[in-house]
């Protein structure tokens, strides 16, 4: 079976600037979809905000692939890990603290934020607890990269293709301007271990697609649309008790634009 990973720093990141990709792999036969996703998206709510955003994903990727999933809580790199296991797909979740519009964080998570400790300015950081899975401390920025390395590396295991794409947003700033500082973050990451070991990457542009001409139609849109209406979109209204406002603005600034460059081994 093939491996192919999507990975982002909020729980839609790849349903709305890489949705279409997405949506084809999961229909592909014989391969396996992995996605990753490096912080909460908590936006500071303590609320279920957070949570309902991390089962939006689930809810998307059961939708495309109806399949039957477990819950797990998984060991990496010496912490634990929410991840739901399907037949074709798997969903890991580090739950990091949302870093804020500027980076900064916020006062909810004691202004921790993955830009702050890759560029040193906080010596560790805690994931959102919950009863089953209390916070896990991040102790340095090699810590946070050594983890998304080991999930990476234990997914491609006895994988039939030796050089597995990952999506993911673009590290670059100058190809991709303007993105949040999670995605950055999540980005700068990858790129220090991917090319290593034997990974191709599709970068894909994320804000700055709002400002490029809308270049998917047809069955392309159609599909991207559904993955994000018909699995997170509907799951978070059913538990929110009403369409989150910001649900439409995004897919109006993003859904129709997909832009990526690529990089091969």
């Known amino acids: 079976m093939h491996v192919v990973f999507h990975i982002g720093g909020h729980p839609d990141d790849a349903l709305l ?20 996703v490096t912080t ?24 495309a692939k109806p399949e039957d999933f477990t819950p797990a809580v998984v060991t990496i790199n010496g912490r634990r890990l929410r991840c739901y296991r ?18 900064t964080g916020f006062s909810s998570t004691g202004f921790q934020s993955l830009p702050k400790l890759r560029d040193g300015v906080i010596s560790g950081l805690d994931s959102l607890g919950t009863p089953e899975i209390p916070a896990q401390h991040c102790s340095s920025w090699a810590d946070v990269v050594q983890t998304l390395r080991a999930v990476v590396s234990a997914e491609g295991q006895g994988a039939t293709n030796p050089n597995p794409w990952v999506h993911a947003s673009d590290h670059d700033r100058s190809r991709n301007p303007g993105d949040h500082p999670d995605h950055y973050a999540t980005g700068d990451a990858l790129r220090s271990f991917l ?12 804000y700055d ?36 406002a910001e649900c439409d603005a995004e897919w109006a ?8 460059r690529e990089e091969t081994v």
């Open 17 to 36: 600037f890489k949705g279409e990709m997405l949506y084809n792999d999961l229909h592909w036969p014989d391969v396996k979809v992995v996605s990753i």
């Open 40 to 63: 909460a998206g908590d936006a500071g709510r303590i609320d279920d905000w957070w949570w309902t955003r991390e089962h939006g994903l689930v809810e998307s990727l059961r939708a």
């Open 86 to 103: 399907a037949g074709s797909w798997r969903c890991y979740f580090l739950r990091l603290p949302d870093g804020n519009i500027d980076g």
């Open 195 to 206: 090319a290593q070991d034997g990974c191709n990457r599709a970068w894909w542009v994320s």
């Open 209 to 244: 697609t709002a400002n490029r001409p809308a270049n998917l139609s047809g069955t392309a849109l159609a599909n991207k649309r559904a993955l994000y209406y018909n699995g997170y979109v509907q799951l978070v209204t059913r538990i929110m008790g009403r369409k989150p």
């Open 253 to 260: 600034r993003w859904g129709a634009r997909d832009y990526w």
